[in-house]
Nanobody, 128 residues
Framework: QVQLVESGGGLVQAGGSLRLSCAASGRTFSSYRMGWFRQAPGKEREFVAAISRSGGNTYYADSVKGRFTISRDGAKNIVYLQMNSLKPEDTAVYYC?????????????????????WGQGTQVTVSS
């Protein structure tokens, strides 16, 4: 199995940027498709972005497309979420997740129940 630890959250003004990191340990990092999800107070957890095991294929929620970028560094066992042009509605706890299924080039699902491993989350707050 794999252990995931997120970091990089914080308080930022609207229009600002943050980069979240998710450090993975345990089983080989390249064995997992990775995803980012978020959960705002009183709302269900929602998909943000996903990346293939190869790192070459990505997929984004419409709400973040063009503003957020997911990437992974196989040498460091880290997956990143670069968030630009942040909006107050991006305020949430952000979680990274790992999915051991799928082919090397396929992107993970936007369904949270397809992911087997989760981090503890990192808070992102965007002020207006």
């Amino acid at each position: 199995q794999v252990q995931l630890v997120e970091s990089g959250g914080g308080l930022v003004q609207a229009g600002g940027s943050l980069r979240l990191s998710c450090a993975a340990s345990g089983r080989t990092f390249s064995s997992y498709r990775m995803g980012w999800f978020r959960q705002a107070p009183g709302k269900e957890r929602e998909f943000v972005a996903a990346i293939s095991r190869s790192g070459g294929n990505t997929y984004y929620a419409d709400s973040v497309k063009g503003r957020f970028t997911i990437s992974r560094d196989g040498a460091k066992n880290i997956v990143y979420l670069q968030m630009n042009s942040l909006k107050p509605e991006d305020t949430a706890v952000y979680y990274c997740a790992a999915d051991p299924k799928g082919t090397y080039y396929s992107v993970g699902s936007y369904y949270s129940n397809e992911y087997d491993y989760w981090g503890q989350g990192t808070q992102v707050t965007v002020s207006s």
